[in-house]
């Protein structure tokens, strides 16, 4: 691995959960991982949804597409029977015509069904969407983690754990020789687990504290800088349980639909220089033209090294089926569908994962 890339690293750890997840005990429950998810005051490096059977199987019906915020507020309590909308749902909090977008919307996606009865639009539930999510574990990817990092990662960590919007929050560290286990212990809260990755695999090193996510959560506003000038208070608001089931729901919607390899949707695979290689851990996005893995801020059209496949790679099913890079983008999605139990089975014309 590229000693300064944390995205290779963040690669490493998705792969090493689907595999391995939960650490050292065995699993009970189909997970799924993303990468670079969170809400717009905390993003995470990695998500594992844990899922309940049944419920993921059956959330399979509504496409691999996520469903939004305002979708859900429709699907979630769509009737068994025809009814007028605004019958049928709870108060949105946000005026009725946009109700009546977000239910057009489902309608065209043909996740629900309406009908006019006169001048009133009705609906009703083609299934009723499922209780699908159970845990939300979250990672903080640091592969180069010094005394001085570990201090910068607390305020993070500390705020996750205030929170209390993933159930577990764990840290990822490069293990080895490397590793700076008393400065990471000492700064960081101790209700967050330790994950030190080697070549070998994953050691949990320290074991993290479960979250109470029904409870009210603490955000963290603002905080005194600490040095001796600055007598300010912190400044902190509360979050609502309703609030966070809300939001965890939309979490666990934008990884199933987006995965962690979905990193192919920001890169050039249509270049001639990028190839998948398997490594130990799995396979992993390599230039031949810079000779690493590389990253997506580099791997893009205005790259230097940049050359399109060759028409004569992409002569055979051309246009259909493309050249080796839609063959890359087909290949990832296929691994991500199968993590995805019925999946397979809806035409939902879904975009890579």
Known sequence: MDADSEFVFELRVCQWAEREWPPGRQRRRPIIVARQLGTQYRRWDTIIIECDPDGLRERANFGSDRLGSDLLDVLRFAPAEWAWY???LPDPGYPWRYVRESIHRAADRGILETRKRGRRLEIRRKWAYPDWVERIVAIENKPDLDASAARALAAQIE??????LADEVWIATEGGENRRLRALLEDVP??????????????????????????PGTLIDERPSGSEYDASAARFSYADPDWKHDKRLEIAERAYERGWRSYADTMRPDCRHFR???????????????????????CRGACGDFEPEPPVWRTEGWPIEGGPGSGIKRLLDRQRRRKRPGLAAVNSGDETG
Do not use: M, N
Request: proline share 5%; charged share 20%.
């Open 276 to 298: 998948l290689v398997d490594v130990e851990s799995g396979f992993l996005p390599y230039c031949d033209a810079k000779s690493c893995h590389q990253t997506a801020s580099v």
């Open 86 to 88: 605004q019958d049928a």
């Open 190 to 215: 101790v209700e967050a687990g330790i994950l030190a990755v080697e070549a070998e695999g994953v050691e949990p090193i320290w074991q993290p504290r479960s979250l109470v996510v029904s409870d």
């Open 159 to 164: 705020q996750d754990v205030a929170l209390a």
